[in-house]
């Protein structure tokens, strides 16, 4: 398969079979999400981040529209990576997100479109079989083997991981393969800008969850 944006692949995986995100996770996910989000426009430069502040650097590309609420956001004015993951992981600006990524995979036919919500009014999105199994296998692939590992299944699978989103799809031995790639990866001194990102990734979600769980 052609692989997606972060966030397209990210939500494509975190939808449970009844097209929601997992109540028991959905703090975690919407972290991740935003975060998958911002590291899709700053791995496309779209964005840069100077002092822990995003400047908007380009235009935002069309295999990119689905990123157009948290583009238009951080348009507006110069933010704080961390005010835009509490405004976007806790907030009423989630949901305009998830419908355009959403929408973006249902037009490459990779999630159907259903009717959920009490009355039937809420659209939602069902993870499409096929397309699912398909970027598990490229993404397992890519966690067992530190010289084929990208950037882009780096940051996904350690978003998974970090958000409680890994254990469904990665057995035991697969989890522990994984750990050591990744521990390989922030060693190798030619990793060390991603290394950091990791590690700031990391950070942040922490941050940001301690903060919404305050409100819970």
């Known amino acids: 398969m052609d692989r997606?944006?972060?966030s397209q692949e990210y939500l494509l995986l975190v939808l449970d079979k009844n097209g929601y995100i997992p109540p028991m996770r959905r703090e975690e996910s919407?972290?991740?999400?935003?975060a998958a989000c911002f590291m899709d426009l700053l791995l496309n430069e779209i964005i840069t981040v100077d002092k822990?502040?995003?400047t908007v650097a380009c235009d935002l590309p069309q295999e990119l529209a689905h990123l157009t609420p948290i583009y238009a956001y951080l348009k507006e004015k110069t933010r704080s990576v961390s005010r835009m993951?509490?405004?976007?992981?806790a907030g009423i600006r989630m949901k305009p997100l998830i419908t355009e990524i959403g929408e973006s995979l249902a037009a490459e036919g990779m999630v159907s479109k259903g009717e959920g919500g009490l009355f039937g009014t809420k659209v939602i999105y069902l993870s499409e079989k096929d397309s699912k199994e398909e970027l598990l296998d490229q993404m397992k692939s890519a966690a067992v083997d530190k010289s084929k590992i990208t950037a882009h299944d780096t940051v996904l699978i350690f978003l998974l991981q970090k958000t409680k989103n890994l254990k469904q799809y990665?057995?035991?031995?697969?989890?522990?393969?994984?750990k050591a790639v990744l521990k390989a990866i922030k060693k190798d001194p030619q990793n060390k800008q991603l290394s950091k990102m990791i590690d700031e990734l990391n950070d942040w979600i922490i941050i940001i969850l301690a903060t919404v769980l305050m409100y819970i």
């Open 170 to 178: 990665f057995s035991k031995y697969e989890q522990e393969q994984w």
């Open 4 to 6: 997606k944006s972060i």
């Open 30 to 34: 919407n972290a991740g999400l935003t």
């Open 52 to 54: 822990k502040r995003i």
């Open 85 to 89: 993951m509490t405004d976007y992981a």
